[in-house]
């Protein structure tokens, strides 16, 4: 069962993760695709984390909060990539990861 202090998080992670996705996909357009591999490569790796996060903290998993402490540091991980990069994919994927990365950081120091 879904803790409610979770929600917020939650709905972060899985917001964060659906940036991730399209950024990764909107990259793989870009005119110089191998300029874009690290983005590309911290994009899935982030989406993966979100999305496990977010199933953890909806399982009420007691390694919730420690596992939104990874996923906090991959979000800015990979927001300080994205945001190196004036595509507006990318901009938005940088913003995303910093929501999540802020909600993360404060489930985690909650729990």
């Known amino acids: 069962m879904e803790k409610p202090d979770y929600a917020a998080c939650i709905?972060?992670?899985n917001a964060c993760a659906d940036a991730c996705d399209r950024c990764a996909a909107a990259c793989l357009s870009?005119?110089?695709v191998k300029m874009m591999?690290?983005?590309i490569a911290l994009d899935i790796d982030c989406a993966q984390l979100c999305r496990l996060a977010a199933a953890v903290m909806a399982r009420g998993g007691e390694i919730a909060a420690a596992l939104c402490?990874?996923?906090a540091e991959a979000c800015e991980r990979?927001?300080?990539?994205?945001?190196?990069?004036p595509m507006d994919h990318c901009q938005a994927c940088a913003a995303a990861c910093r929501a999540c990365a802020d909600a993360c950081r404060r489930m985690a120091a909650a729990a």
């Open 11 to 13: 709905a972060a992670c």
């Open 30 to 32: 870009e005119e110089d």
């Open 78 to 85: 990979c927001a300080g990539e994205c945001a190196k990069h």
């Open 69 to 71: 402490g990874v996923c």
């Open 37 to 39: 591999a690290r983005c």
